[in-house]
């Protein structure tokens, strides 16, 4: 057996935008806050989080992705199916780790569903902060760390993080939602 190790360097990118589409952003921030089940078990989000599939056939969510297709084919112009779509509430001293989404294989997202203040998002290969704007969403490669520092603001900071897979051809005869 041989077993080879080298470190290639990874292209990646980093894609921020905003919508300005107040009644779809509206309603989103209507079905995260209608939810009753909010969790805080051990995720990388230390503050509440719905469970992971919580948006991935929301209407709505299914709506903002038709609304940024044109954003989204400048980095995947592929298929995709939604692995998982998510809200975060962050409320005082909450926080989230330092993490990726490794495993997605056509890129992940952020849609702020609040304005700041707020700490952000930062990406720490870009060496920048993604501040919160209420439509602000970044589109951004699965290797790429982001952390939330430490949440010290009275008002309540919600977004809505999702991950999304190519489909291949081996995927093909699954029944998944596509989305062109």
């Known amino acids: 057996m041989k077993i080879l190790n080298k470190v290639i360097p990874l292209n990646t990118f980093l894609l921020i935008d905003e919508l300005d589409d107040i009644f779809l952003l509206n309603k989103l921030l209507e079905d995260v806050c ?32 038709k609304s940024i297709k044109k954003q989204i084919y400048h980095i995947c112009k592929e298929d995709f199916t939604v692995s998982g779509a998510w809200a975060n509430i ?66 309540d900071r919600i977004t809505i993080a999702f991950n999304v897979n190519k489909i291949g051809f081996l995927d093909k005869d699954q029944k998944v939602k596509i989305i062109k």
């Open 34 to 65: 209608l939810n009753n089940e909010f969790y805080h078990t051990y995720t990388n989000v230390i503050g509440k989080h719905t469970k992971f599939n919580f948006l991935q056939n929301n209407h709505n969510f299914i709506n903002f992705l």
């Open 90 to 155: 962050y409320n005082k001293n909450d926080y989230a780790k330092i993490h990726h989404h490794e495993g997605n294989t056509a890129f992940c997202g952020i849609l702020y569903l609040t304005d700041g203040p707020g700490p952000g998002t930062y990406f720490s290969e870009y060496d920048l902060t993604v501040h919160e704007k209420k439509g602000r969403f970044v589109l951004f490669h699965s290797h790429l760390n982001h952390e939330v520092k430490k949440f010290n603001y009275s008002k």
